[in-house]
């Protein structure tokens, strides 16, 4: 049930070094707005109730999609429509691509950013796991410094990110693909607008017709989007035959740590990551060795 919002003090900076600024000053009552699609929703069922709102809207250059010899980077402003129709996300990050083009709602792909999807924190972000596949680094900037960390490094549990007061996503940077790479992005979901109760996103890259890297990325199984470790390693170095696919799906599914809630069943969950994982292989493999 939704109510009307309690009254909060708004900013509009035009600069990051002032967003941040502001951001630090008033700690864990204020909120960045990119795309707004969680905050207000979450404002609204009184779930969070900042008193100050920092709106990054107004802040040029956060909106590109931008390619080079190094990889592709993209703004915090950047809308996951804008990447769903890329066509370079589409031609060299298959994955990503995916990922975007199975979020349902188009208000919420047109409105919503990939890098506020991120910043939620949520397990079950479809971007988060396909990012996780293509080793994505993410650039925080702050209001005195500026790193740029792994994203495996982001996020610390449900609804937890790194992130101090006064710190800001500006762009998230992924690694030019090479040759013989490919990906593949699958979720089970109740209904086309629901949450995945399972999302799986992966990325291989074949040499002399053997897996020589692997990335496998789980999403609504843990507390955070989690890499299969185990599974990658029984991939790598493989010709990755029929057997060898399904051990790895196994062992993918022995690494989830799903819980059980209204949507789904721990066993179900644990289940369909093994199933999920194969197919998502099994495609990957065909794309790296087209």
């Not at 740590?257 to 644990?270: G, N």
Request: charged residues 20%.
């Amino acid at each position: 049930m939704t109510q009307p919002l309690k009254p909060f003090g708004y900013f509009e900076p035009t600069t990051i070094e002032e967003a941040a600024q502001i951001l630090s000053k008033y700690g864990t009552k204020a909120k960045v707005l990119a795309g707004g699609i969680d905050l207000v929703a979450r404002m609204r069922r009184r779930l969070i109730q900042p008193q100050y709102v920092v709106s990054i809207l107004n802040i040029p250059g956060l909106d590109y999609i931008q390619s080079d010899e190094a990889g592709l980077r993209f703004g915090a402003l950047t809308a996951i429509r804008s990447i769903e129709f890329s066509p370079i996300i589409e031609r060299d990050y298959a994955v990503l691509h995916e990922a975007a083009s199975q979020i349902a709602s188009v208000q919420v792909k047109t409105m919503g950013t990939a890098v506020g999807n991120l910043c939620v924190a949520t397990p079950a972000s479809d971007i988060a796991s396909a990012l996780y596949a293509l080793a994505a680094r993410l650039r925080i900037t702050g209001s005195a410094s500026e790193k740029i960390i792994p994203i495996e490094d982001f996020f610390v549990g449900v609804n937890k990110s790194v992130l101090e007061p006064g710190e800001i996503v500006t762009e998230v940077i992924l690694p030019s693909p090479t040759l013989q790479t490919g990906g593949a992005f699958f979720k089970l979901v109740r209904t086309a607008a629901d949450i995945a109760k399972v999302n799986v996103a992966v990325s291989l890259t074949v040499t002399d017709n053997r897996c020589g890297e692997a990335r496998i990325a789980l999403g609504s199984v843990a507390p955070t989007v989690i890499r299969a470790t185990h599974a990658e390693e029984a991939l790598k170095g493989s010709t990755l035959e029929p057997k060898v696919v399904e051990q790895a799906a196994q062992l993918a599914a022995q690494e989830a740590k799903p819980i059980a809630d209204l949507r789904s069943t721990v066993e179900y969950r644990r289940g369909m990551v093994r199933v999920l994982v194969r197919r998502a292989v099994e495609k990957a493999l065909t794309r790296a060795r087209a």
